[in-house]
């Protein structure tokens, strides 16, 4: 998974809570991404950061904000859980020519 | 939206057999990549091929690009139980800023 973790990898959450998936790298690649994947729907891009503190929103970004502050950490937040966000969460990192790395996943569920 | 979009949906073969797994595209692109990816684990890497490239192969992979029909096409030859998954393209369109639009993909399955 050339050096790109994510934790947690499961969590159960309720409703209306927070929630911060983290996505760590080794490799000192500039781009990162977080995705959402669902049945019926493949991978979707949520957020990514073209650098530290460098982001942007992707096709489904509402409810979720991300934090760069460092190269190797990319942080995915839910300010407020919604059983609509039960999904896989994958991060990934992209190198200069443009191949993408990605995590284990992060599955999550929202009661 | 650039989406790839795979097909078939579902393809079950038997060992031994080439698999092929189609993909079109709406808009010009800068490359066009292929993943793969087993159940329950993240999405891996098999092969980039760029928008002036017609053919690349890697192994028993074979991917080809038409760029006047919006379509690659993967080949994976004399299969294996173990190339069982999930296959996914993606067009990338711009430099390094332009994101990669997955399909829903293409579940392989083969049989021993």
Redesign the interface.
Known sequence: ?AG?TQSPRHKVTETGTPVTLRCHQTENHR?M?W?RQDP??????IH?S?GVKDTDK??VSDGYSVSRSKTEDFLLTLESATSSQTSVY?C?T?T??????????TRLTVL | SQQGEEDPQALSIQEGENATMNCSYKTSI??L?W?RQNS??????LI?IRSNEREKHSGRLRVTLDTSKKSSSLLITASRAADTASY?C?P?TGG??G???????TKLSVKP
């Open positions: 998974d790109i781009y991404y995705y019926g729907h493949g991978l979707r891009l990514y073209y992707g096709e994958f990934a992209q200069g020519l443009y191949e993408q790395f990605f995590g284990p996943g | 800068n490359n990549q993943y329950g684990r993240g999405l891996v890497h980039l996914f993606a990338k390094s800023q994101n990669l639009i997955f399909g829903k993909g």
